[in-house]
C-alpha cells in the first residue's frame, strides 16, 4: 500500500513513524511533510491548505489511503475534494468537521443530542453580551466560534475579565471572522482528558485517554499553547469512566452526526472536564491532537493501518484496540518567547545522544535541515516521547533524553505527567 500523509508538525511525524512500521505499506508519502519525516518518508512540496496540489500528488502517486492531520485543510473540505476525486481517505468532510470548526455548531449538537457540557448562551453583538457578563457576575469562559489556533478561548476569573474578552473579541476583533460570533460558557473545576475515537461514521473505536498540559508553564500557569506534553494512559479515566464516556459522548456523537447526514469519519477528539466523576465536553476536535498523538503512537501496539482503512471504508469491526503494557510520555521542547514572539534558526545538539535510548522517539514539529544539522523553526520544536512499563519512567527517559539536546532558548515545562506520576 502507497499512503499520503498531509502535514509537517509533530503529529504528523509520529502518524508516518507508526504507519512506515506497517508491513502493509509499500511507502508513505508526506506532503509537504519536513525534512526529519524525509529519514522515514518521502516528502512532496505541497502545502497542507493547497487542496489542488494534494488532490492532484494523491492521483499521480494513486495512493491507497490518505490521512489529513491538521484541521485547517480538513475544515476546508480536503477530504471532500479527495473523496470525489475517488480516493480512500481517513480524515472528516467539511459539513462533520463543524464539531471543530465551530464552537457554536458543536455546543447547539452537545444539546440536541444530550451530551454532557456546560451551560452557555451565544452571542454576535457586545452589548447582549456584556449584559450575560454582569448577569453572571462571576467566572466564565469566552469563546470564538471559529478556528484560533488554539488561542480562542479566554478562561476568566470574575466579570472584569470577561468584559476585556468580549471587547478584545466582538469589538477590537482579535480573531477576526472566527470572533463574529461569540460563546460564553459556565466554568467547570475538575479535572482534563483527552479521548480520541477512531470513527468510521457509524461507530466509535476509542483510544486509551490521554492527557494534554496547555498551559506554558509548569504548574499549569501562563497563556495557552498547542500543548507543551502529553501522556498516557491518563489514570483520571479508569475502565468505569472509560465506558461512561464511550456511551455518554463519543457513541452519541457518532449516531447524532449520521444522523444529522454528516456522517462523522476520522479521529473525533473529545476535550472533556471530569467534575465530581461526570465527563462533559469542552471541546471537539476532528483530529489526532499534537502532542497526544505522539505519546499515543508509541504505545499502540497494533499495526494503525488496517484500523485507519476499515474506519475510511465505514467498516470498523474491532471494538478494542490492542496497547504496549506501561505507559508513554511525549516533552515539548519549545523556543524561549513561546506562544509569543520567538526567534528562530538555532543549531540543536545531542539528538542522536537523545535517541540512544530504543524507548526514546524524537518527534520533529518546528525543524528544518541546514547542512548537517537541524535548526529550529517554530515555537514548539520537538516532541521527546518514551515508552515504559509505568509512567514514572517514561517520564524519566523522556527528561533524561531531553536533558540531552539543547539550543539557544530552548524551553520546556518539567512537570509533564506530573498528576500521574
Ligand atoms: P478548548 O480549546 O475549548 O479545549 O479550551 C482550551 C482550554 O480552556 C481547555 O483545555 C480548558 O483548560 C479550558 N476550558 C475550556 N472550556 C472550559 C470550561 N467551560 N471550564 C473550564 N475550563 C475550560
Ligand atoms: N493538544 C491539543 C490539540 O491538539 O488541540
Same mark, same amino acid.
Given at each position: ?24 505499506? *509499500?511507502?508513505? #508519502? ?13 516528502? /512532496?512540496? #505541497? ?10 500528488? =494523491? ?36 459539513? /462533520?468537521?463543524?464539531?471543530?470548526? *465551530? ?14 457540557? /456546560? ?24 469563546? %470564538?466560534?471559529?478556528? =484560533?489556533?488554539?488561542?480562542?478561548? #479566554? ?7 470577561? +468584559? ?8 477590537? +476583533? +482579535? ?14 473545576? &475538575? ?5 480520541? %475515537? ?28 498547542? &500543548? ?45 472536564? #471530569? ?58 521542547? /519549545? *523556543? ?6 520567538? *526567534?528562530? &534558526? ?6 542522536? +545522544? ?62 509533564? &505527567?506530573?498528576?500521574?506520576?
Amino acid at each position: 500500500m502507497k499512503v499520503l500523509v498531509v502535514g509537517s508538525g509533530g503529529r504528523e511525524h509520529a502518524l508516518v513513524w507508526k504507519i512506515a512500521k506497517s508491513p502493509l505499506v *509499500s511507502q508513505v #508519502i508526506a506532503a509537504p511533510g519536513s525534512d526529519a519525516i524525509g529519514h522515514i518518508a518521502q516528502c /512532496a512540496p #505541497i502545502a497542507s491548505d493547497d487542496s489542488d496540489g494534494q488532490v492532484a500528488l =494523491a492521483k499521480k502517486e494513486a495512493v491507497d489511503l490518505v490521512v489529513i492531520g491538521p484541521e485547517m485543510p480538513i475544515t476546508a473540505g480536503l477530504a471532500d475534494r479527495l473523496t470525489e476525486a475517488g480516493l480512500l481517505v481517513f480524515s472528516p468532510s467539511a459539513k /462533520a468537521a463543524q464539531l471543530e470548526g *465551530s464552537k457554536i455548531f458543536a455546543k447547539e449538537f452537545m444539546v440536541r443530542h444530550g451530551i454532557p457540557t /456546560a451551560g452557555f448562551s451565544v452571542h454576535d453583538t457586545i452589548e447582549t453580551a456584556l449584559e450575560e457578563v454582569d448577569r453572571r457576575s462571576g467566572p466564565c469562559v469566552v469563546k %470564538a466560534d471559529g478556528l =484560533a489556533a488554539g488561542k480562542g478561548v #479566554i478562561v476568566c476569573r470574575d466579570a472584569g475579565e470577561a +468584559r476585556q474578552a468580549v471587547r478584545e473579541m466582538l469589538g477590537e +476583533r +482579535r480573531f477576526g471572522s472566527a470572533g463574529d460570533r461569540i460563546i460564553i460558557e459556565d466554568l467547570l473545576q &475538575g479535572e482534563e482528558a483527552s479521548v480520541l %475515537a477512531i470513527c468510521d461514521g457509524k461507530q466509535a473505536l476509542p483510544l486509551i485517554a490521554a492527557q494534554d498540559h496547555k498551559a506554558a508553564y509548569d504548574g499549569d500557569t501562563g497563556p495557552n499553547t498547542g &500543548g507543551m506534553g502529553a501522556y498516557a494512559p491518563a489514570p483520571l479515566v479508569d475502565s468505569a469512566m472509560a465506558q461512561r464516556i464511550a456511551d455518554q459522548v463519543l457513541i452519541k456523537t457518532v449516531t447524532g452526526m449520521a444522523a444529522e447526514g454528516s456522517p462523522f469519519k476520522g479521529v473525533l477528539y473529545a476535550g472533556l472536564m #471530569i467534575v465530581n466523576g461526570e465527563p462533559s465536553v469542552l471541546e471537539f476536535n476532528v483530529r489526532f491532537g499534537d502532542p497526544e498523538c505522539q505519546p499515543l503512537m508509541a504505545l499502540l501496539e497494533e499495526d494503525l493501518v488496517p484500523v485507519l482503512v476499515a474506519a475510511a471504508k465505514g467498516e470498523i469491526t474491532q471494538d478494542r484496540l490492542q496497547w504496549h503494557d506501561g505507559a508513554a510520555m511525549c516533552v515539548v521542547m /519549545a *523556543s524561549d518567547g513561546y506562544p509569543g514572539a520567538y *526567534s528562530k &534558526g538555532h543549531a540543536i545538539s545531542g539528538l542522536d +545522544r537523545a535517541a540512544e535510548d530504543p524507548d526514546v522517539t524524537v518527534f520533529h514539529a518546528g525543524t528544518a535541515r541546514a547542512g548537517d544539522q537541524f535548526v529550529t523553526t517554530g515555537g514548539r520544536v520537538l516532541g521527546v516521547t518514551a515508552r515504559a512499563s509505568d509512567i514514572g519512567t517514561a517520564a524519566q527517559k523522556a527528561y533524561s533524553a531531553a536533558d540531552r539536546i539543547n539550543w539557544k532558548g530552548a524551553r520546556m515545562r518539567r512537570d509533564i &505527567g506530573h498528576r500521574a506520576v
